[in-house]
């Protein structure tokens, strides 16, 4: 029996549902505006803090090595093992170190009496090296040469006109004025080129306290600019960085923020033509993220100290225009707002056609859906409402989300099965993929993939890394003699004999053919030979018979390799290195570990 309508059923759908959608309209763009321009600058904010950190970490490690330099120089000098007398006898030291540090521009020793020698590294020309001097001619010209053989003087390549007295040269002054500290000299504009550079020097005194001369290391400052202008500097953002004073030193946009002007000076920031950095000086000594406007424009800016030691600061700002942050997003926002407005419209249009078409045909749905004849459908009761299309209504879904929900509920345990075989599939593959199908070790593809990963850990934790290649001693002979079932065999019993004595956290590999790879997180090169000399000296005491060689026995080859991992060298290198001491040891006669570090390494070896 059909219950008399109290409320118009058409009016009950559509007034709250419209009221709701112009409400939820409404928050929804004011939110998302607020929340697009917070996004925007916190995005900002961010993008400035991470780029100035990453310059800020280049300067350093640029300028790291230079203390150290100047104080082992120090040291050396005033021991005797650089020349005072024959200046010309410390160029191979000084070139080793310009090698070992390709950041650096010049490694040089300046005497007293106005002599000087140095390494160079010309700013224009970063891969070449030369020797400067001015003690080869009496008019003190500083001259070129290029090293020789024996990295002493070669050829003369060039000189610069005009006397050069080193007492007059920043670094110089700097040393003399400061004889008891290192000293960073001003930054002074280079001789033969246009670009800039800045040195660290160090006075040295003999025992009684007599001026030996100022040793100094010098970096270029278009090293600087040259990073800073390879960064993405993303949102049209401008880093520059400079010095106490507000002098420039570099800028990643050398086209729109110039660091010297057109006679190769220096600019300040009060002083540049640029409006933008004329206004930054009164506000550089807030250090944390704020903003400012100029000609009507907002800029975020991020300020950074650098600090090098020895008294010596520098400052890097990041700068970020507003308009270039937001107007992506707000038009991203205005888009967004614009297609929600429509669909807003839409579903208010679809409410109103919905209220005037749900009343009729609901009685329609309520009794079609009412012909399901399942046995808990005649035992349903469908309570009493004022709104009779509502409880049909509800009497026909119940019954068919009843239905549905089994039918999902089937298929998501389905799936669920099906998802865990592929997952063990994988794994199996993936295991497969990464085994020595032969030995059962890792093959070389699972070396290559973990020896990175071990790596980037020893070097992100300062650890020693350690790696010993092994080779099988005339494999090739044995598997012609006994044939290449046997030599599996040989494999077999090796891979296994090195499993039982490498510790657990090392990888050990099948790096190719008769050849294994062991590598061996935090260990030095001392503990690595020891451990390749228990494997030696334990596999020939196994005695894996073969009587095509002296010995009779299966032995073993090995390289070790060692090394701190740091920017300056790579796992190929370690690599490198392992595989020319293998070398080194087939070389010496086999059956024996290379480098030699105790006397036991090669006491038992018995030439095969």
């Given at each position: 029996?059909?219950?008399?309508?109290?409320?118009?059923?058409?009016?009950?759908?559509?007034?709250?549902?419209?009221?709701?959608?112009?409400?939820?309209?409404?928050?929804?763009?004011?939110?998302s505006?607020?929340?697009?321009?917070?996004?925007?600058?916190?995005?900002?904010h961010?993008?400035?803090?991470?780029?100035?950190?990453?310059?800020?970490?280049?300067?350093?490690?640029?300028t790291?090595?230079?203390?150290?330099?100047?104080?082992?120089?120090?040291?050396?000098?005033?021991?005797?093992?650089?020349?005072?007398?024959?200046?010309?006898?410390?160029?191979?030291?000084?070139?080793?170190q310009?090698?070992?540090?390709?950041?650096?521009?010049?490694?040089?020793?300046?005497?007293?009496?106005?002599?000087?020698?140095?390494?160079?590294?010309?700013?224009?020309?970063?891969?070449?090296?030369?020797?400067?001097?001015?003690?080869?001619?009496?008019?003190?010209?500083?001259?070129?040469?290029?090293?020789?053989?024996?990295?002493h003087?070669?050829?003369?390549?060039?000189?610069?006109?005009?006397?050069?007295?080193?007492?007059?040269?920043?670094?110089?002054?700097?040393?003399?004025?400061?004889?008891?500290?290192?000293?960073w000299?001003?930054?002074?504009?280079?001789?033969?080129?246009?670009?800039?550079?800045?040195?660290?020097?160090?006075?040295?005194?003999?025992?009684?306290?007599?001026m030996?001369?100022?040793?100094?290391?010098?970096?270029?400052?278009n090293?600087?600019?040259?990073?800073?202008?390879?960064?993405?500097?993303?949102?049209?953002?401008?880093?520059?960085?400079?010095?106490?004073?507000?002098?420039?030193?570099?800028?990643?946009?050398?086209?729109?923020?110039?660091?010297?002007?057109?006679?190769?000076?220096?600019?300040?920031?009060?002083?540049h033509?640029?409006?933008l950095?004329?206004?930054?000086?009164?506000?550089t000594?807030?250090?944390?993220?704020?903003?400012?406007?100029v000609?009507?424009?907002g800029?975020?800016?991020?300020?950074?100290?650098?600090?090098l030691?020895?008294?010596?600061?520098?400052?890097?700002m990041?700068?970020?225009?507003?308009?270039?942050?937001?107007?992506?997003?707000?038009?991203?926002?205005?888009?967004?707002?614009?297609?929600?407005?429509?669909?807003f419209?839409?579903?208010?249009?679809?409410?109103?056609?919905?209220?005037?078409?749900?009343?009729?045909?609901?009685?329609?749905?309520?009794?079609?859906?009412?012909?399901?004849?399942?046995?808990?459908?005649?035992?349903?009761?469908?309570?009493?409402?004022r709104?009779?299309?509502?409880?049909?209504?509800?009497?026909?879904?119940?019954?068919?989300?009843?239905?549905q929900?089994?039918?999902?509920?089937?298929?998501?345990?389905?799936?669920?099965?099906?998802?865990?075989?592929?997952?063990?599939?994988?794994?199996?593959?993936t295991?497969?993929?990464?085994?020595?199908?032969?030995?059962?070790?890792?093959?070389?593809?699972?070396?290559?993939?973990?020896?990175?990963?071990?790596?980037?850990?020893?070097?992100?934790?300062?650890?020693?890394?350690?790696?010993?290649?092994?080779?099988?001693?005339f494999?090739?002979?044995?598997?012609?003699?006994?044939?290449?079932?046997?030599?599996?065999?040989?494999?077999?019993?090796?891979?296994?004999?090195?499993?039982?004595?490498?510790?657990?956290?090392?990888?050990?590999?099948?790096?190719?053919?008769?050849?294994?790879?062991?590598?061996?997180?935090?260990?030095?090169?001392?503990?690595?030979?020891?451990?390749?000399?228990?494997?030696?000296?334990?596999?020939?005491?196994?005695?894996?018979?073969r009587?095509?060689?002296?010995?009779?026995?299966?032995?073993?080859?090995?390289?070790?390799?060692?090394?701190?991992?740091s920017?300056?060298?790579?796992?190929?290198q370690?690599?490198?290195?392992?595989?020319?001491?293998?070398?080194?040891?087939?070389?010496?006669?086999?059956?024996?570990?290379?480098?030699v570090?105790?006397?036991?390494?090669?006491s038992?070896?018995?030439?095969?």
């Amino acid at each position: 029996m059909l219950l008399p309508r109290s409320y118009p059923l058409r009016l009950v759908i559509l007034l709250p549902f419209s009221l709701l959608l112009i409400a939820a309209a409404t928050v929804f763009c004011v939110t998302s505006y607020h929340n697009s321009q917070n996004q925007a600058l916190s995005m900002a904010h961010s993008f400035a803090r991470e780029l100035s950190l990453r310059i800020s970490q280049y300067v350093s490690q640029l300028t790291q090595v230079m203390p150290a330099i100047t104080e082992i120089n120090s040291l050396e000098l005033q021991n005797g093992n650089l020349s005072v007398e024959q200046p010309e006898q410390n160029t191979p030291w000084l070139l080793a170190q310009l090698r070992q540090h390709p950041q650096l521009s010049f490694v040089s020793i300046a005497y007293i009496d106005g002599r000087y020698i140095a390494a160079a590294r010309p700013p224009d020309h970063a891969g070449k090296i030369e020797i400067a001097s001015n003690i080869f001619n009496s008019q003190r010209v500083l001259e070129g040469f290029e090293p020789n053989a024996t990295e002493h003087l070669g050829k003369m390549i060039g000189k610069i006109r005009g006397v050069y007295d080193p007492r007059q040269r920043p670094f110089m002054l700097c040393a003399l004025a400061h004889p008891d500290t290192p000293c960073w000299g001003k930054v002074y504009r280079y001789l033969d080129s246009g670009n800039y550079g800045i040195s660290l020097s160090r006075a040295v005194f003999n025992q009684h306290g007599e001026m030996l001369g100022v040793v100094a290391a010098d970096i270029a400052l278009n090293r600087l600019n040259e990073f800073m202008a390879r960064l993405n500097m993303g949102f049209g953002g401008i880093a520059f960085l400079t010095e106490s004073d507000g002098t420039l030193l570099a800028s990643s946009n050398p086209q729109q923020i110039a660091a010297v002007d057109n006679a190769g000076q220096r600019y300040q920031l009060s002083h540049h033509p640029a409006a933008l950095l004329q206004a930054l000086p009164h506000v550089t000594e807030q250090k944390q993220p704020h903003r400012f406007e100029v000609n009507g424009l907002g800029y975020l800016l991020e300020v950074r100290d650098i600090r090098l030691g020895h008294q010596l600061t520098w400052q890097l700002m990041v700068l970020v225009p507003e308009q270039n942050i937001a107007a992506p997003m707000m038009q991203q926002l205005r888009a967004s707002l614009i297609w929600t407005a429509i669909l807003f419209g839409l579903m208010i249009l679809v409410g109103v056609i919905l209220a005037r078409k749900i009343a009729r045909p609901i009685e329609k749905l309520a009794r079609l859906a009412s012909q399901n004849n399942l046995p808990k459908l005649a035992a349903h009761q469908v309570e009493s409402t004022r709104f009779v299309e509502v409880s049909y209504l509800e009497y026909g879904l119940t019954m068919l989300a009843k239905a549905q929900l089994n039918s999902i509920q089937m298929l998501e345990q389905q799936v669920h099965n099906r998802t865990l075989a592929l997952q063990e599939a994988n794994q199996r593959l993936t295991m497969l993929s990464q085994q020595d199908p032969l030995t059962g070790i890792a093959n070389r593809r699972a070396f290559s993939d973990k020896f990175a990963v071990i790596w980037q850990q020893a070097l992100q934790q300062q650890q020693p890394l350690s790696m010993i290649l092994c080779d099988i001693d005339f494999f090739k002979a044995f598997n012609d003699n006994f044939g290449h079932q046997a030599g599996d065999a040989a494999l077999i019993a090796v891979a296994q004999h090195l499993r039982q004595h490498v510790p657990s956290e090392a990888l050990l590999a099948r790096y190719g053919g008769e050849e294994f790879a062991v590598v061996l997180p935090n260990t030095t090169l001392a503990d690595a030979v020891d451990l390749a000399d228990m494997i030696r000296r334990s596999l020939f005491a196994k005695a894996i018979a073969r009587d095509d060689v002296p010995c009779g026995v299966v032995t073993l080859s090995l390289g070790v390799g060692s090394c701190l991992p740091s920017a300056s060298n790579t796992l190929q290198q370690l690599i490198k290195q392992a595989d020319e001491l293998l070398y080194v040891a087939k070389a010496a006669g086999r059956n024996q570990v290379q480098p030699v570090l105790t006397a036991c390494a090669l006491s038992d070896a018995v030439p095969v």
